[in-house]
């Protein structure tokens, strides 16, 4: 069986994803459900947090609405996979196979169409951008030599997660394009 069960009852596929079955409240739940950092954190700090601070730092930087709704996506794929750490993923291409096949579906599902080079690499600068500030703020460490340019000002702090499922399925509706 390669299906899984999500927040809102579907059974789900994410290895053979059908774009008609995926929910945006089955995103921002478990997105909301999920902690950075494999939960090395001094406290709880969802994926979906992380993702709406990475939509305000793109909109900071006026980058186009399909970006900004991108940055605000880029870990969608996680809602059905959960995630892998870093240093561990970069030892599975096949997860990172099929990760790619499911984010490639959802950001179709919302901007029409995969992102392209240059807005895949905007979406990746602001999330280690945000990465840098995460890590700074919640654990005194530096991830790069050079401190990446924050043009926004993102909070890290614990939140209620009702409230940031909430917020995060706002910023998806608003910047629906």
Request: contains cysteine; hydrophobic residues 40%; glycine residues 4%.
């Amino acid at each position: 069986m390669s299906e899984i069960l999500t927040y809102t009852g579907v059974m789900f596929d994410p290895i053979h994803p059908n774009p008609e079955l995926i929910d945006p409240r089955d995103i921002a739940h478990a997105l909301y459900m999920l902690c950075r950092a494999n939960g090395h954190f001094p406290h709880f700090y969802s994926v979906a947090q992380h993702s709406l601070n990475c939509m305000r730092e793109a909109q900071a930087r006026g980058y186009s609405p399909r970006v900004v709704l991108g940055c605000l996506l880029h870990d969608g794929s996680e809602a059905y996979l959960s995630d892998v750490t870093r240093p561990v993923k970069v030892l599975l291409p096949q997860y990172k196979e099929v990760e790619r096949v499911l984010q490639d579906v959802i950001y179709e599902k919302w901007l029409s169409y995969a992102p392209n080079e240059e807005e895949l690499a905007e979406i990746s600068a602001v999330d280690d951008c945000v990465l840098y500030y995460e890590f700074l703020t919640l654990t005194g460490r530096k991830l790069y030599d050079t401190a990446p340019p924050l043009l926004s000002s993102p909070t890290f702090d614990h939140a209620e997660l009702k409230a940031v499922e909430d917020e995060f399925l706002k910023a998806l509706e608003a910047a629906i394009i």
